[in-house]
């Protein structure tokens, strides 16, 4: 049989982790791999300054090694960030599981990943992400401790899915705020993109909020699901992008605000839960900003998530929970504002405030 090795140059041509962009400065990244359960994972924990990495385990077909990999980056390291912003002692982590949650997954799998998991001792805390569900952290559960999002009957704080859809309805009301000096939502056109989880409960706070609300997915039937549950208009144009609308709120994978988008959009404001919403931090950024599109951070506004969970680590309860995220409503508005006075992408002001929390920590432990 024949082995075929890369030579040197090569290796180099084909884009090692260190060299990525995506990979800035990840202390460990693990990869597990078992043949009797079909077991192909990433595990990217980014940062640990703050705290144990914590963030959740996604399971999603990608279409190459490379693109799990260079997701499982953005992912982790943004939810440094996410956790430093939110004043949380948590650093940035995030799995990814290469395969089709409907087909691949089964116990055996999900048990394996859970001892790859406790194999690193607490570094990394999974939790639940796209193609996962609570009885997938269950399962988890009976071969790690470093698991949270486990159901409530064991003790667990359950989906997070609701808390981190009331985090984005938070955010999504402050930049309403910051943009039209008012929070009030009535008749403003929403368009929704993605009705998961999170997305069908953002579209519950959204029409009971008086807003016109539009939305698309790639699954017809949820589609015609929640336009019957709430009265929500399912989007029939050909390009959401270019729709004529007040409210952009991407709820589904990262990176819909790209080169081949970004000059259609006609909305006054982005705000969804979307994670890594900018494929170019910086150049996309730049440009909302120039366009004076109102863009709430992702890493802030669906924080809710991490705080719901972050509660089984320190013991506080559902009231404590609801406070901590209502509080994304005053963080985003201090960004906005904080980005505007310095003129500066509310991005770069986000991750400001976030990197020198981790720095102000890091200071305090080598002192």
């Known amino acids: 049989m024949q082995v075929d090795v890369l030579n040197a140059k090569e290796l180099k041509k084909s ?5 990525q962009v995506s990979f800035d400065e990840h202390e460990q990244i693990v990869f597990c791999n078992d043949k009797d359960t079909g077991l192909k994972a990433i595990i990217g924990i980014h940062n640990t300054v703050l705290g144990p990495a914590l963030g959740g385990t996604r399971m999603w077909n990608y279409t190459s090694e490379w693109e799990a990999v260079n997701d499982v980056l953005r992912l982790s390291r943004g939810m440094t960030f996410k956790s430093a912003i939110t004043g949380l002692n948590l650093g940035g982590g995030k799995a990814v599981i290469i395969g089709d949650a409907k087909k691949d997954k089964t116990p055996a799998l999900m048990r394996r990943f859970g001892e790859f998991v406790h194999s690193l001792g607490g570094k990394y805390i999974t939790a639940e992400d796209v193609g996962m569900e609570t009885a997938d952290m269950d ?67 959204l029409t009971g909020d008086g807003a016109e609300v539009f939305i698309t997915d790639i699954n017809e039937e949820r589609l015609q699901e929640v336009s019957k549950k709430y009265g929500a208009h ?134």
């Open 15 to 19: 884009a090692p982790v260190f060299g």
């Open 139 to 205: 399962t988890v559960r009976e071969v790690t401790p470093f698991v949270t999002g486990i159901s409530e009957s064991k003790g667990g704080s359950g989906n997070p899915s609701p808390i981190t859809a009331y985090g984005v309805f938070m955010g999504l009301k402050a930049s309403a705020k910051f943009k039209y000096g008012t929070d009030d939502l009535e008749g403003k056109k929403v368009l929704v993109q993605g009705i998961g989880h999170v997305g069908e409960t953002l579209v519950e706070y």
């Open 234 to 367: 399912i989007f029939t144009g050909s390009d959401i992008y270019g729709a004529d609308m007040d409210i952009y709120a991407p709820c589904a994978l990262g990176a819909t605000i790209n080169d081949n988008t970004i000059q259609r959009l006609n909305v006054d404001i982005i705000a969804g839960a979307a994670n890594n919403q900018l494929a170019d931090e910086v150049s996309h950024g730049e440009f909302l900003q120039k366009k004076g599109i109102v863009y709430a951070p992702d890493f802030l506004i669906n924080a809710g998530g991490i705080i719901n969970v972050y509660a089984e680590l320190e013991n506080y309860d559902r009231q404590e929970i609801m406070r901590k995220t209502e509080n994304i409503y005053n963080t985003t508005l201090r960004i906005l504002e904080k980005a505007a006075k310095d003129d500066i992408t509310t991005h770069f002001a986000a991750l400001q405030i976030a990197k020198q929390r981790i720095e102000d920590r890091k200071n305090q432990n080598l002192n």
